[in-house]
């Protein structure tokens, strides 16, 4: 059976755990609590030199990277496919999709978030508004981008890649009380996706590990 080494709020967990449920994938989960600094644990170091989750483990084979894990499992497990056949609307799908996995959601990763404040001083307010002004520069470009070209999910009325990155990108933003109603396009195609089986199942208050 597949092995997700996860973590509930992660972002990269959560959109692995959405690409699984929507191919009707079985797996097992591994809980890595970051809180606690499991990530930097021998044992896991020995899977992942970069310390982070997601971890797909598939046999013998280790995949980390969350897009690597999706495309991966798109062309292991091609049905339902992420990704349509025309390599125009392929590109502009992956391109909305790297705007989140590249740009954006590094800068709420745990570990930029403890710098800031470890390491360089900043104080809860500062990082707080640092990182709300990121995420209103990226949302906002995201909203622009799909304005005309989403129906119930980004781009048409097939679910993409594209949708298996934004919802864990809006939870986000949502826990972080951004000011979501500006986005009125994200926010339908949040809202549909949350409404299937697959993006509320691995939705993080779902998972076995998010606290009590």
Known sequence: MIQLYTYCRS????????????????YESIYINLLK??????????LNPQQL???LKDGDKIIHQSLAILVYLDQTYPEPSLLPKDP???ALIRAFSLDITSDLHPLNNLRVQKYLSDVIGVDDDQKNDWYQ????????????QIKNKA???????TVSLADVCLIPQIYN?????HSIEQYPTLMRVYNHCLSLPAFFK???????DFPS
């Open 37 to 46: 600094q499991e990530q930097r644990g021998e044992s896991y170091k020995a």
């Open 133 to 144: 002004h990121w995420l209103n520069v990226g949302l906002t470009g995201l909203e622009v």
């Open 202 to 208: 691995a939705s993080p208050e779902q998972q076995k």
């Open 11 to 26: 972002s990269s967990s959560y959109r692995v755990r959405i690409g699984l449920n929507l191919k009707g994938i079985a």
């Open 173 to 177: 933003a949502i826990r972080y009380k």
């Open 53 to 55: 989750v997601p971890i």
């Open 88 to 90: 125009y609307q392929q």
């Open 151 to 157: 129906g119930d999910f980004c781009f048409g009325n």
